[in-house]
């Protein structure tokens, strides 16, 4: 097709022709300046490949999505306008054309869509879920229960591994934040296969508690444990050929931060995420029921390894209904009070005595800001917004370290995108402690 002007002639004749039911094969994208960004920064490297900066990621049945190299997440819609674009080449003239000093322009395409990039938060862990459980030999319990499970018949052939090229296709999300999700879970690629395989949460605690029994034992630092001798301390000890470096890894990854980079990696044991992980299981195994305050802190410190243990009601979470929202069960449970209910959005709220925790799980919650919002006015007519900001946190573009580590620019992108979205699905009244107390607005 031309491409410029310069192969026309300046004094000479142009003519058109057009076929009927020409192809409509083209589409304009509306790229972000950011897309353009890396576009043009792969352009400049010779060892670069554009085609790289956009990939496209999720199932045939899902919305297009279009993944970029800092693992943002677009929906493309299709955007019908009333201008026409026509496209053109060049084609050969004729002998008689060409002495008369004519060009012929044959219509090759007409496009009157343009597809636009919609930035969205990508249903991650939902999807990742569904995505393991596909692997029929369950949860990861260990090299030694596998064998036992196919010496007793029944590890049958799985119809569906979970490659990367299978979460690919499944999971509408990047490579950084595809891993980060695989560590929550926590899931663990197996070193013979290459594939990823959810581990049991059972033993996941079992191995955490070997592990810190090793570190006792040696008099290794909890802020400085080295995965590599952690592995070969409990092969030598305990786990003989059936331990894995890479189960080693998946669990100090999940219990714990990564403080040095490879060769060494090392990290630093998390009593948090050791608290939040706990509290889960905890919810999960009671069939979601509600907890007064007093039962959960109890059964949580009982299930706590020793070394890890803390008075956690004689630290800053009180645990009445009105600290609930800043503590580690903020986006696991929400609180109530059967008895004084009108409390909950007085100055002092309700004593832990008399609290419920009621578990409720962010990552199960629709992704749209929208359908959220709506499923947690279902569950619960009235919200504050300290109460519902836990739950909506993670739909806003920010990373949640920052907001958790109170950095200001971050926090005050979640309470802008959060305060817009209240205004525009709820209701708001100001309550005695001079919280907004918001119903919904939503049919």
Known sequence: MASSSDSLS??????????????????LIELTPEIVAQLEAHQASSAA?????????????????????????????????????YLLSLEQPSAADAAAGIQMLQLRSKVNQT????????????????????????????VEFDRQLKDAGGDQPSKQRVTDAVLAMHVQAGDRRLHRVLADIPALREPSTGCWRMMDPGYCMDLLRLILATQVERDWSLHALDATAVFKALRADA?????????????????????????????????????????????????????PVPEFLVALQETMPPQLRRRISDDDECWGSRQ?????????????????????????????????????????????????IHRLF????????????????????????LVDAGDE???????????????????????????????SRIN
């Open 10 to 27: 300046a004094s000479g004749m142009l003519g058109l022709s057009a076929s009927d039911g020409y192809p409509e094969d083209y589409r």
């Open 49 to 85: 490949s554009t085609a790289s900066v956009l990939r496209v990621r999720g199932r045939d049945a899902d919305i297009a999505t279009l993944i970029d190299l800092d693992d943002n997440t677009y929906h493309l819609h299709t955007a019908h306008t009333s201008n026409n674009l």
């Open 115 to 142: 597809l636009e990039l919609h930035k969205v938060q990508p249903q991650i862990r939902p999807r990742l879920l569904e995505v393991l459980r596909w692997d029929e030999r369950g949860p990861f319990r260990g």
């Open 239 to 291: 786990g003989g050929e059936s331990l894995l470096l890479e189960a080693v890894e998946a669990v100090l990854a999940r219990f714990g931060h990564l403080v040095s980079e490879p060769p060494s990696k090392r990290y630093s044991i998390d009593c948090r995420r050791v608290e939040r992980f706990l509290a889960e299981q905890i919810f999960a195994a009671e069939n979601m029921r509600a907890w």
């Open 324 to 372: 609930i929202p800043g503590s580690l069960v903020r986006d696991l449970a929400y609180a109530s009070a059967p008895i004084d209910a009108h409390l909950l959005y007085s100055v002092e709220g309700v004593p832990p005595q008399k609290t419920l925790l009621n578990p409720l799980f962010r990552s199960l919650l629709p992704q749209d800001p929208r359908e959220r």
């Open 378 to 401: 279902e569950i619960k007519p009235r919200w504050s917004k300290p109460e519902i900001r836990p739950f909506l946190e993670d739909l806003v573009d920010v990373d949640l370290d």
């Open 409 to 439: 620019k971050a926090t005050a992108a979640v309470t802008k995108a959060i305060d817009s979205w209240m205004i525009k699905f709820g209701r708001g009244v100001k309550s005695p402690s001079g919280d907004m107390v918001y119903t």
